[in-house]
């Protein structure tokens, strides 16, 4: 099983986007999944659903952080590195959608319910996000 098809599972099951992105790499980050998802817990809905950053990509940035990120000792020129790379992952996310904030993606002619954009937009970004996380590990290995 894919991780977009394991988020997905676990988005259906009701996760959340960020809970569903995170606890479908807890395996890849050394996690149980409850773990992962009492970590993302806030992040979904654009965080606590005040539609903000889109719970999918918080999501992938908290599993490229668990994967790639720095601790407490680290060089100036290694964050800089690093935030490049999320920067490269989010950007490939608003270049497929137009925007990384959720109350931007969430844009419809007529007023649906919290259900409705689940089922028709973002499953997609979940989709979509742990596909970016999957050919960003592909291209890098993680060292740990």
């Known amino acids: 099983m894919t991780h977009a098809q394991k988020a ?6 009701g996760c959340n986007c960020a809970q569903a992105l995170v606890a479908a790499f807890a395996e890849d980050m050394g996690m149980d999944v409850d773990t992962a998802c009492r970590l993302s817990a806030s992040f979904g809905g654009g965080v606590g659903r005040m539609h903000d950053l ?3 990509v918080s999501g992938m940035c908290m599993v490229l952080g668990a994967l790639y990120g720095f601790g407490s000792t680290v060089t100036e020129e290694d964050k800089v590195a690093y935030y490049e790379q999320v920067r ?4 490939g996310f608003k270049d497929k959608y137009g925007s990384y904030i ?24 979940v989709a979509f996000a742990a ?13 740990r």
């Open 8 to 13: 997905l599972k676990l988005f259906d099951g």
């Open 54 to 56: 889109c719970g999918a």
């Open 88 to 91: 490269r992952l989010v950007d």
């Open 102 to 125: 959720c109350r931007e993606l969430l844009v419809s002619d007529e007023p649906h319910d919290h259900a409705w954009f689940r089922l028709n937009y973002c499953v997609h970004f």
């Open 131 to 143: 596909d970016l996380l999957d050919e960003y590990i592909a291209s890098h290995p993680v060292l």
